[in-house]
């Protein structure tokens, strides 16, 4: 009978072993489940970030585009017009 108590007794302290590292287990696994909310926001974050420097680059990288077509324009503005105010001369209107 007192084998039976032994046995019964190592089982419970088994089981209560058991008991302890699956609660530490359990805290780690709420633990790593907090941290990868926060990396989660943090990644969130990053890729707001990202995505207004990809716009801003945008921008950046068309100024020199608008500038050089405002320069064709008033280049062409300015040819037309001289050959218009040529041709208004050379029809005696200048």
Known sequence: MGEVCMEHSA????????????????????TL???LAALKEIERQ????IDAMDSR???LEAQ?????EKA???AITG??????GMALAAAGMG
Not at 46 to 49: F, Y
Not at 64 to 68: C, G, M, Q, S, V
Request: no cysteine; proline share 2%.
């Open 11 to 30: 089982h419970a302290r088994a089981i209560e072993k058991h008991d302890e590292r699956l609660d530490a287990h359990g805290r780690q696994l709420d």
């Open 79 to 84: 040819v037309v017009g001289a050959v218009v």
């Open 33 to 35: 489940a907090e941290t």
């Open 46 to 49: 990053n890729q707001e970030r």
């Open 64 to 68: 020199p585009a608008k500038r050089w």
């Open 57 to 59: 680059i945008a921008e």
């Open 72 to 74: 064709v324009t008033v």
